[in-house]
């Protein structure tokens, strides 16, 4: 949406493609708040530390520096544009302390910084006069040579599939937080556009590298925001005891995520758990503090957990929350392939590295949206429409076709169980290669049953049957591109650890693993990551 308003102010024609409404994305979940350094005590060059340090050294420089230079200016443009930030005592902009920052310097909207900003960028796509396509879902992206010529998508409402002839293509379709079973993603997050990018020649950059968030609740894995902590919450174990002081002793529960989500799972694996848990305590925060600051997280605790943290603490845990691997781009959200951009979590430029920090990645979306908006629109104004081949769409309706008309198979809803549940038992907080190993084998298998796949719904309008397959078409491949590429990487860096190679490996693996598909097979091939201020150091909270 953030690209869309840079063409459209541009005066190009530009549409925005979604699977479901606009409001619905997935950012619309987004709680804690978004980064950037306000304060004249913070500055842009902290803020760059702290993501590099966070990234564990894996992260790109040269983008990071972007990233946090150009974060001030897009959050006043955004309070500009209806953004109605949490204030401070003062009047200003309110900012909280988050996980892995030395300074408190992440934005919000109480708890529902995503809801409030998502709304902001709708009324913006209709002021410009964006054309929208909602519950639209993109099954192909379309080129001919190395270049785009469009997409090829399938009509929710009627069933029908339509080509979009354009001169550029961003791709900006989020995560793949559903390729598990526990994460705080929406059942939209499938990861279709990194698939998508893939089978037309773009590489999947760090695909091992996926962020467990903390505090995920028990059983849904719905999000408890790192803004519980960072409004003073602690996590405990069994016994009470404040676990984190022996895992991270100066910055306790605001260590970075990929340390708190091991400590917890060492906590629990220990027998120190309660219930396959350990609990976020906010009692200690009072009534008052909690209904202004975090009404929503009690609201969720009360209604899917049945615990009011006024008066009890929340059980969580670890769960999948967000993919910091996905479709290589430079700063300018360009790819390889002539014409397609991606940005937002679904691009890997790489601003997060090895894990990222809580409030990034919002931020991510707004500043290199709006860069990838402005290169698409050069690219546009410089280049000629053109032609769509002609078999693209035949090619696209056929192979629905027959899937819709196969009568013998097995259904996907099995498949991707078994898929969700290897993926969580062996590409999980703590990985080995034998457990990889497994995984692969069982994903190949999978993909194999999935090439027989068949559906009891064979009705144009609202087949959400037909839509599960294809997603899963996309997340069953996008799984074996992650074990894959989890099993290359024999180091323990950020959120990828490998029980057999715990340490971090700078000498041979400080450099990001680029994913192709060939030969109906896939090809890893290696980038140096870019070093610009901060050099490799231990990294301690
Ligand atoms: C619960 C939760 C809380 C979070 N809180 C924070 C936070 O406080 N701060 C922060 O910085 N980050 C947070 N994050 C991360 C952040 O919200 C996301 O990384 C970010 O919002 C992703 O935005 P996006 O635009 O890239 O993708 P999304 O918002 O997921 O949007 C993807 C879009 O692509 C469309 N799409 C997907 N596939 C197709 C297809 N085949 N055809 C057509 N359209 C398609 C979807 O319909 C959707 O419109 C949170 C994440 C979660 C899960």
Redesign the pocket.
Known sequence: MRAAVEISRAGLNCAV????H?VR???????????AALKETDSWENHMMDTVKGSDYLGDQDAIEVLTREAPADIMELEGMGAIFSRDDRGKIAQRPFGGAGYPRTCYLADR??HGLIHVMYEQLMKYGVYLYDE????EIVTGGNSVRGII?LELTTGKLHRLRSKAVIV????Y?RLFNTT???L???G??MS?ALRQGAPLMDMEFVQFHPTTLKRTGI?M?E?ARGEGGYLINSSGERFMKRYAPKTLELASRDVISRAEQTEIDGGRGVDGCVLLDLRHLGADRINERLPQIRELSINFAGVDPVAEPIPVKPGV??SMGGIATDIDGKTPVEGLFA????ACISVHGANRL??????E?IVF?RRAGVAATGFSLENKLLDFPDGALPGASGEIARILNRTRGEPVYPILKEARDAMERHCWVFRGREGLTAGLKKIRELRERYKKVCVTDRSDSFNTELLTVIEAGYMLELSEVMLISALNREESRGSHFRADFPERNDKDWLRHALVYRKDGGYDIKYRDVKIVRFKPEQRKY
């Open positions: 493609v979604s699977k479901v606009p994305s997935h950012s619309v979940a987004a709680q804690g708040g978004i980064n910084t995503g639209w879902s993109v099954v998508a900006a379709t989020g995560g937080g705080t993603n929406a939209s997050s499938t279709d556009g998508l999000l925001t803004g929350h967000y940005a937002g979590e679904c809580g409030g990034n990645s919002l931020l979306t949206g």
